[in-house]
């Protein structure tokens, strides 16, 4: 089974472009959102594989940092928790960018998606070779969640990591 994980940023604020407001007056139309707002970005770590009833159960994991998911309110990380689906996994840190722990518990949540599934077949965990990827730490939890990792190349990004090449990609 051939598991892809990547992660991307995500502005919390996608304005800036034409089309975020219709205005039937003539005059020019505005938004007011703060330089905090404008600023303010996601991780999303995804995951994705080769086999469609897996694929429904592999956890997603959005990471915001403490300003981003703020802890009451309608709107606090406890209601977006109980509005997403059972595999999405809400994350709020100091920052909002990936980090070894952060990996580990990912990878754990992985391997724990998994447990359920018959392993006839062995679970393949593909990284970039990005230097947090290549974490001897993160090796070991691969290890500890019965996942090999194999670590992509660079150069091989349009071969082998679909969610760069199909989910994850920018056309600005």
């Given at each position: 089974?051939?598991i ?5 940023s995500?502005?919390?604020w996608?304005?800036g472009r034409k089309?975020n407001i219709f205005?039937?007056?003539?005059k020019?139309?505005q ?5 905090g ?6 991780t999303h770590v ?5 086999r469609?009833?897996?694929?429904a159960?592999?956890?997603q994991v959005?990471?915001?940092?403490w300003?981003?998911?703020?802890v009451k309110g ?11 689906p059972p595999?999405?996994?809400?994350l709020?840190?100091?920052s909002?960018?990936?980090?070894v722990?952060?990996l ?19 679970p393949?965990l ?6 947090l ?6 090796i070991?939890?691969?290890h ?13 990004t349009?071969?082998l990591q ?8 920018c056309t600005?």
């Amino acid at each position: 089974m051939r598991i892809n994980l990547d992660e991307t940023s995500v502005n919390l604020w996608q304005g800036g472009r034409k089309g975020n407001i219709f205005v039937a007056k003539p005059k020019k139309p505005q938004q007011t959102v703060s330089r905090g707002e404008r600023k303010c970005c996601l991780t999303h770590v995804g995951l994705i594989c080769d086999r469609p009833g897996v694929q429904a159960v592999l956890p997603q994991v959005v990471i915001g940092n403490w300003h981003a998911f703020h802890v009451k309110g309608p709107r606090g990380l406890a209601a977006l928790k109980a509005a997403s689906p059972p595999n999405v996994h809400l994350l709020r840190q100091k920052s909002a960018w990936n980090n070894v722990d952060t990996l580990i518990h990912i990878i754990g949540l992985l391997g724990a998606a998994l447990g359920p599934h018959p392993r006839e077949v062995q679970p393949i965990l593909f990284l970039d070779a990005c230097m947090l990827h290549l974490n001897i730490r993160v090796i070991d939890a691969c290890h500890v969640a019965h996942i090999w990792p194999i670590v992509i190349p660079a150069q091989m990004t349009w071969l082998l990591q679909p969610l760069d090449t199909h989910a994850f990609f920018c056309t600005n």
